[in-house]
């Protein structure tokens, strides 16, 4: 009999599959090095790369928000609505807890398994990548971020997605820039686009997500970041209001619980709501790292941490009857707040701040914004109902106490004034609540940072050894030393020094600033050339008796190891170019340090950081 057909061509065809598929992904990549050379080439002006590229990161922006709120509802489907149809709700409700438990434990494990291990990947962290990493977000820790944060919140975590949508988006951005070869420059600016996208499309709000992005994330209003930013606020909040509706993220009260019925409301009532605020955002930033601190000296697992703390947030939710978290990726029903006594909300609001500290140290992930309006919402809430039930006849209405404390806790709790300010509008459009809310938010803000000078954000970054403060890179100038950028060659006026004959003798100089010294070189002053061209103008035939030291006016000085963002800071102090440079204990003068020292020793570092960043 012959023998049966053998399976060889059959066992070859996988083997032939792959090699072809590893040819064409050559050959994808040879085409796409073309075309990158192509794209950079072209010598398109930096406008119109930014304008474009910000309309495709608003786009992606905005779907990623989609994808993230989706997943969020794939995990309440797994962890309560699929439960519920085998075991009675109040039964689920019961088993909160245990559930809750299991949330935090899968979550730690995406983070652990896939995401590197990696503890940032939030809001700060896109902070510092912006600021010291060109603006490079790592792929796999973003997108385990990503996940982990959709089972934390569908699992009943108190966490909020403006932290896991900024991430996401920030990498979509940063890997869009990596692959046309951007410089770091314009990569930080599309990592800001990304998160101002990222926050607009989450609480359909393109003012706040835009200021938030050049508050907090890039710390600047130049020219060069404002547009592309806005454009992709603005597209972003398009498609997501074609796919969500256009509605504020907080189902909110009626209108008519907006508004306020006394003047006297704006003169005492908001600003005691505004030292309230502070004083709970004060105590928020304390108590969310005094916990993290607590959680780090246990000596349990961090799974079974994970656990015991996703057991004691659901627990605590199952006390509070489910008001202190939302369903799947719908927020919470801010409209119930109002039904509610002022005791019972001022519980909340304490409850709150415990179960969000409890989730985000000890395995969960997500954002704290969310949970800060939260916050806001129910401290102001609590003080309108307070007032309402002490003042019956005063016409007091809660609602917009809790709408204006939402951006009160905004600007303590995460350092961000002006964003607080344009997203509780941006939740009404009712330009009634403008005089309080700027009113209460500056209060809130100045009480918070006076009590405690770290927010929810500067704070994660300084137990990590970083200063970045809003966004700025101050930690850059304030590890840049005065004795690496200044002059020592500068003019000097003698005290003695006839003033006309300076004038004359300095004439063609480009120093705008004299420093004035007596014969031991000890520094009496410093001379701005204006002042001089002006006593010479004006003083007649006793300008030659006129000599520097009538002239010179106190200044600031600064030392050789003052940094770099010190000497800026004496600048600012009497609004001068330049600050002399003088040996502390004896009053020596040694030299100048001018604006323009100081930008170009901070623009070598930045460039030499950047090299750095490409090369490896």
Sequence with gaps: MPEPATDAPKSSFPATARKLLRRWVVVGRIVWDEFVKWFNAREFSENSVLLGFAV???????LGVVAFYKAIDAAYAVFFAWPARYIPPVTVNAYRPVITGLGFAAAYWIMHRFGQGNDGMNVPDVQLAVIKRGGYIP????????????????SGGSAGAEGPVVVLGAFMASWLGRRFRFEPGRLRVLVGCATGAAISAAFNAPLAGAFFAL????????????APVVVASVMSAVVTRAVFGNHPAFQLPSPDQFTYSHVSEVLVFFPLL??????VAAGFVRVYFGIGDRVKTLKHSPMTIAA????????LVFVAQGHLVGYGHLAINVQSFTTFTWYALAALAVGKILVTALTLNTGGSGGVFTPSLYIGAATGGALGSALAAAWPSGGINPGVYGLVGM?????????????????????????SIVLPLMLTVVIAHTIARRLEPDSLYSGWLRRRGESLVHGADRDTLAGLRVADAYDRDASVLE???PVHDFIMHTAHRDQGYFPVVDAE?????????GDLSEVTANSGNLADLIVAADVARPTETVTLDDSLLEAIRKMGVRGAAAVPVVDRPSGRYLGLITRSHVLSLYEQAVTAAGERHHAA
């Design 308 to 315: 015991a703390g996703g057991a004691l947030v659901g627990l």
């Design 521 to 529: 070189r000890r520094l009496i002053g410093v001379v701005a050339l």
């Design 56 to 62: 495709a990161i608003g786009i992606l922006a905005a």
């Design 407 to 431: 951006g009160a806790m905004i600007a303590g709790a995460t350092d961000a004034p002006i964003t607080g300010i344009l997203l509780a509008f941006e939740m009404t459009n009712d330009y």
């Design 139 to 154: 792929s796999r820790p973003a997108l385990a971020r990503t996940a982990a944060s959709a089972v934390t919140i569908g």
């Design 215 to 226: 508050e907090e994330t890039l710390g600047t209003l130049s020219g060069i970041s404002f």
């Design 274 to 279: 505004g030292v309230i605020s502070g004083l």
């Design 495 to 497: 005290e003695n020094a």
